[in-house]
């Protein structure tokens, strides 16, 4: 299962009727995949030139275009799904993690990609390597780490499948973890895997919804 069978999945057991999609180049790559209601697409057109998305801007500031009540959305509103694939680095990804925990309905689910880099080649800060946008996860699993780390009312684990898939949703016995990794050392994390990243397998989530 990749992330799109995932999400579909989660729409067809949740009955979700609204999905918002962050960072999403070619909306044939997965966006026109999605099976839902109301989908929203957010991105600012740097990879995909032609860019032919809902919301031409960056993550930031749609979510402050949300907050001014300058989309077609109440500036409160709460989305089913909210699928985080935008710049993978760890800044902007935290940003994106918590501009989403501020519109994600109850029961919701944020979904992020790339949070489990095989190695540390696929975890570095460039995405670009001499001159080719090369293989990259890029640094999405240390935002992942910290939320983890916060004390917050979220659940989170990442599945063990299309490069580490995170999951957050609201929960009242959340499962946060201690902060062990205070520098963010690729390698620490690397040892520490499934704790730092909650990993579980396809079958466990499975189980879990």
């Not at 740097?46 to 993550?59: D, M, Q």
């Not at 979510?63 to 710049?87: A, C, M, P, Q, V």
């Not at 963010?184 to 919804?209: A, C, T, V």
Request: proline share 4%; glycine share 4%; hydrophobic share 35%.
């Amino acid at each position: 299962m990749d992330h799109i069978d995932i999400i579909n999945l989660l729409i067809k057991k949740n009955n979700f009727q609204t999905y918002l999609e962050i960072g999403v180049s070619d909306p044939k790559n997965c966006f026109d995949k999605i099976k839902v209601t109301d989908k929203a697409s957010v991105d600012p057109g740097i990879e995909f030139k032609e860019n032919p998305v809902e919301f031409r801007l960056t993550s930031d500031k749609f979510f402050k275009h949300l907050e001014n009540s300058k989309t077609r959305f109440d500036k409160d509103f709460k989305w089913d799904i909210i699928f985080i694939d935008g710049l993978h680095l760890a800044e902007q990804v935290y940003r994106d993690i918590k501009n989403s925990l501020n519109h994600i309905s109850d029961n919701g689910f944020i979904i992020l990609h790339d949070c489990n880099p095989p190695n540390s080649y696929f975890a570095r800060e460039d995405y670009m390597v001499n001159g080719v946008y090369d293989s990259w996860n890029g640094t999405t699993w240390k935002a992942f780490y910290k939320i983890r780390t916060e004390g917050l009312n979220i659940e989170t684990y990442t599945i063990d499948t299309d490069w580490g898939l995170g999951v957050i949703k609201k929960a009242n016995k959340p499962n946060h973890i201690p902060f062990e990794n205070p520098f963010f050392e690729y390698n620490i994390m690397s040892e520490n895997r499934q704790n730092h990243l909650g990993l579980i397998s396809i079958n466990e989530f499975l189980d879990k919804i």
